[in-house]
């Protein structure tokens, strides 16, 4: 059975950070063992970002997969 979150137009309002912080899509879901999650256009001011992250459970050693990218709004590449 695989159990799944999803979030469309996140909008976050924070105290402690002097932007909002917003997303297209966020999914978390289990499979085979593994939390899996994909966030599209994670934006925080200027700033945006996408990841894709990959890790495994109940084993004794756990090797965590992240991918992504980080840049400015309307560049035409990554800066990280």
Same mark, same amino acid.
């Not at 105290?15 to 899996?36: R, V």
């Given at each position: 059975?695989?159990?799944?979150?999803?979030?469309?137009?996140?909008?976050?309002?924070?105290?402690?950070?002097?932007?909002?912080? %917003?997303?297209?899509? %966020?999914?978390?879901?289990?499979?085979?063992?593994?939390?899996?999650?994909?966030?599209?256009?994670?934006?925080?001011?200027?700033?945006?970002?996408?990841?894709?992250?990959?890790?495994?459970? %109940?084993r004794?050693?756990n090797?965590?997969?992240?991918?992504?990218?980080?840049?400015?709004?309307?560049?035409?590449?990554?800066?990280?």
């Open positions: 059975m695989q159990r799944k979150i999803f979030f469309t137009n996140l909008k976050i309002k924070s105290e402690a950070f002097s932007e909002n912080i %917003n997303s297209q899509s %966020n999914s978390f879901f289990c499979k085979d063992n593994n939390l899996i999650g994909n966030s599209e256009k994670l934006n925080y001011g200027t700033l945006t970002s996408n990841f894709y992250l990959s890790m495994p459970f %109940n004794s050693s090797k965590i997969d992240l991918k992504g990218s980080v840049g400015y709004i309307n560049s035409l590449n990554p800066d990280i």
